[in-house]
């Protein structure tokens, strides 16, 4: 199972009987661990929401071998509907939606990040390669190290998240950087440039309305956020 599974689930599989194994979040990486192994039953799960006026985007997949399953939905007065445009190998993640409807969307599997709107998905950032590369350059030539979710700044900016890769990117006036995260794992940096400050498995990120970028760095069991460009740690230890 990856990390985004409920830390009810070891202790499940332990009560059944099994052996838990946390293993890297990806449909491909999943799939490749369960024939390595020769376990019974692998899976991930994922659960990630963004809001534009009056509606909910929510995407909620629980993936056993099933891609068919891999789509965006919406929830609009009550009523869940399917939202065109997302092909059976796109398996999304963390999204978040313009003001105009927008919506961007991560794929961690393909190293991807998209754009679908008015029924169009379309690569937006990420060439599909699984790397750290492209800074400075368009954003569609970078690769990218599993996004797992994204944001929206208020200038329209896009923040890109990446799992694997321990960094937070910016999409800005065509190019793509790196604004947080050295590409290793570690903990250290805080009262420093967040650039210089490593990162270990992120998983979420929020905009806090003072303008501070605040994330969810998973295998640190913290919350860090960067404000002026200057990373710090918000919550836990």
Not at 6 to 30: A, C
Not at 154 to 169: I, M, Y
């Amino acid at each position: 199972y990856d990390v985004k599974s409920t830390h009810n689930l070891k202790p499940w599989i332990e009560q059944h009987r099994g052996v838990p194994l946390l293993w890297k979040t990806g449909h491909s990486f999943i799939k490749a661990k369960l024939k390595e192994t020769g376990a019974l039953l692998a899976g991930e799960m994922t659960a990630r929401m963004g809001r534009d006026p009056g509606e909910v985007y929510r995407e909620i997949t629980a993936k056993l071998g099933d891609p068919a399953n891999a789509r965006i939905r919406r929830v609009s007065h009550g009523i869940i509907t399917s939202l065109p445009g997302t092909p059976p190998q796109f398996h999304p993640a963390g999204l978040t939606a313009a003001p105009d409807g927008t919506i961007f969307v991560a794929d961690p599997s393909g190293n991807q990040v998209f754009r679908l709107a008015s029924g169009h998905l379309t690569p937006f950032v990420g060439s599909g390669q699984l790397g750290s590369s492209g800074d400075g350059g368009p954003p569609l030539l970078a690769a990218l190290g599993m996004p797992i979710d994204v944001a929206l700044t208020p200038s329209g900016d896009l923040l890109v998240l990446e799992f694997l890769g321990s960094r937070l990117r910016l999409i800005s006036a065509g190019q793509i950087s790196t604004i947080a995260g050295t590409g290793n794992w570690g903990s250290t940096g805080d009262g420093g440039p967040a650039i210089k400050a490593p990162l270990h498995y992120p998983t979420s990120l929020v905009l806090r309305p003072s303008g501070e970028i605040c994330i969810a760095d998973g295998y640190n069991s913290r919350i860090r956020c960067i404000s002026a460009g200057i990373m710090s740690t918000f919550a836990g230890s």
